[in-house]
Each structure stands twice: as structure tokens, then as C-alpha cells.
């Protein structure tokens, strides 16, 4: 039984023969690493927004200044790409305050914003989703008029209205957003669902006995889950460019919270000047949005269906 013993770990930890590789194919799993490391536009988009997310969440340790401090003595000066002093890399904004450090905060207004409002977003439209899907009937023919009503509301009007009526503030927008922007979730997981609630497996969780809810959590969801990361990476950047539209208005984040779209308002009568103040965080928002829709449109491309084996 002893001698035995070595010959079995030697023959688990033998490496794979590449004659057999070559009969059976790769793994999924290296079909799944082939296809995100060939898949430039998701390892783009994907290390782009771990970057701004890793300054967002260490921005007390790299800003250089005080995003809140006011120096009326330094006031517009000017970036160090156009001349200005490097104590002020991006140079400072019409009270004084440190561009750069504004902007550098400002990416923790965005991401939270986008995260949290696409989280709350994504609970609301994935449980109507996939009761409408699942349950069918009366149950999917509410959800289908209630998705219809919201596509008639015009979000960025409604948004403006509530924000206008309530006041503006990151608890304010984040709820507005998060309550206004379900209803893709709602449309994608009612499909999936569709699709996912008649294979074998679902019919075998209800033919020995699973309850609803059991083959909900476990058969159901996580069949549609790369479905819905996809919807999650779009809503997000949805609802940080929602946010910036009503920060440029007056309506968003209200001053000195540092915001992107706050900072395109307040440069935006010295644009034709200075456009230095509406061009950086103007940039910085349009990166940011573009590596989170890259990175959702790389997931999307990684994980169909037709593209497993």
C-alpha cells in the first residue's frame, strides 16, 4: 500500500501530455484566458478603470493639496503644459484650489456615484427581470407595463425635476439615478430568463422538489450573470455621465464637493480663455466612461455563449 502511494502522486503530478492537449482541445479555462488576453479592447478599458479606481481609493495619499483649499493669490493659474508652476501641475481653478487634487477626488465622486446608483439600478430591474421571465403570466404583464412607462419617462428631464424639487446632493442624485435607470436590467434579464427557464437543469431542480426561490438563486441567476455584468458596466457609465449633465447644470453635487461635471460648470465661462478648465475634466470623464463601456463590451465578447466550447 506504501509503494503504491508515491507512484499515484507521481502519475497526478505528471504535467499533461501535449499529444493528448492536442486531441482534446484546451480546457475552458484556457480557452477563457485566451480570449481575454486576445481581446484588446476589454484588457484596455479593464486596466484603465482599475487605475482611476486605484487613485479614487488612495487619493488622500497622491493628491498634492487640499482639494478644498482656497488660495485667492494663486487663483487660474495656468497648467505646467501651458506654462504654469509645478507646485500646481494642472494648475488652480477660480478660487485658488489645486486642479489636479480636485481632480484626483473627483474620481471618487464619479465611481460612486456610477457604482452605487448602478447597484441600486440593478437590484430593482434584475428582481422584476426574472419574475417576469420565470412566473410569466399576469406577473410579467405588469412588469412589461411598468418597464413601458418608465421608456416613456425622459431620464435626464425627470432626474432634473426631482433633483430640482428635492435639492441637489450625492444622496439625492444617487437615489434619483438609482430608482430612474432599471429598466434595461428589467428588458435583459426578462430575456435571459426566457431562455434559461425551460433547459434540463431547471426542469430537474423542479422535478425533485427544489422550491421556487432555491431554483431562482441557484439555477437561474447565475445562469444569466454575464449578462448582467454587462448591463452593470453600461448602466454605470450611464449614470456617471447622468451625473456629471446635472452637476453642470447646478443640479448635481452641489460646491466644494469636487465633481467632474461640477468642474466643466465652473470653468465654463472662461472656456473661451482658460480651456484648460473644461478640457482636463472634460478628458478625464470621457476616459473614464470609454474604459468602463470598453470593458463591457469586452465581457460581452469573452463570456457568449458562442464563444464556449
Same mark, same amino acid.
Given at each position: ?44 478599458? &479593464? ?7 486605484? %487613485? ?56 460612486? %456615484?456610477?457604482? !452605487? ?8 430591474? &434584475?428582481?422584476?427581470? !426574472? ?15 411598468? %418597464? ?11 432626474a432634473l425635476a426631482v433633483v430640482a424639487v428635492l435639492g441637489g446632493s450625492l444622496e439625492v442624485v444617487i437615489g ?41 438563486? &441557484?439555477?437561474?441567476?447565475?445562469? %444569466? ?38 468642474? !466643466? ?18 478628458? !478625464? ?17 469573452? &463570456? ?6
Amino acid at each position: 500500500m506504501s509503494a503504491a502511494m508515491p507512484r499515484a502522486t507521481a502519475t497526478a503530478a505528471a504535467p499533461r501530455d501535449p499529444l493528448l492537449e492536442e486531441i482534446t482541445g484546451p480546457t475552458p479555462g484556457q480557452m477563457l484566458r485566451r480570449r481575454i488576453f486576445g481581446h484588446q479592447g476589454f484588457l484596455i478599458g &479593464t486596466i484603465t478603470l482599475l487605475v482611476l479606481l486605484a %487613485i479614487a481609493l488612495v487619493a488622500p495619499l497622491i493628491a498634492p493639496h487640499d482639494p478644498y483649499a482656497q488660495d485667492l493669490m494663486s487663483r487660474m493659474e495656468r497648467p505646467v503644459f501651458m506654462g504654469g508652476d509645478w507646485d500646481h501641475v494642472l494648475g488652480t481653478d477660480h478660487l485658488g484650489r489645486d486642479y489636479l487634487s480636485r481632480l484626483i477626488y473627483g474620481a471618487r465622486v464619479s465611481l460612486l %456615484i456610477g457604482g !452605487v446608483a448602478a447597484l441600486i439600478s440593478g437590484l430593482i430591474g &434584475t428582481a422584476m427581470g !426574472v419574475a417576469a421571465g420565470y412566473f410569466g403570466g399576469r406577473v410579467d404583464m405588469v412588469v412589461t407595463f411598468l %418597464i413601458n412607462v418608465r421608456l416613456a419617462m425622459p431620464v435626464t428631464l425627470v432626474a432634473l425635476a426631482v433633483v430640482a424639487v428635492l435639492g441637489g446632493s450625492l444622496e439625492v442624485v444617487i437615489g434619483v439615478l438609482g430608482l430612474l435607470l432599471w429598466d434595461r436590467f428589467a428588458v435583459v434579464m426578462r430575456a435571459s430568463t426566457l431562455q434559461v427557464r425551460g433547459r434540463e437543469y431547471v426542469a430537474a431542480a423542479r422535478a425533485i422538489g427544489c422550491s421556487t426561490p432555491r431554483i431562482l438563486l &441557484t439555477e437561474i441567476l447565475p445562469n %444569466i450573470l454575464n449578462a448582467l455584468i454587462v448591463v452593470v458596466t453600461l448602466e454605470m457609465a450611464h449614470a456617471i455621465l447622468l451625473e456629471a449633465a446635472l452637476s453642470f447644470l447646478g443640479l448635481g453635487v452641489q460646491p466644494p464637493t469636487p465633481s467632474w461635471g461640477l468642474m !466643466v460648470s465652473e470653468g465654463k465661462n472662461m472656456m473661451l480663455f482658460e480651456p484648460w478648465l473644461v478640457l482636463i475634466p472634460g478628458a !478625464v470623464l470621457f476616459v473614464l466612461v470609454l474604459a468602463i463601456n470598453l470593458m463591457g463590451d469586452g465581457l460581452r465578447d469573452v &463570456t457568449a455563449p458562442e464563444n464556449r466550447s
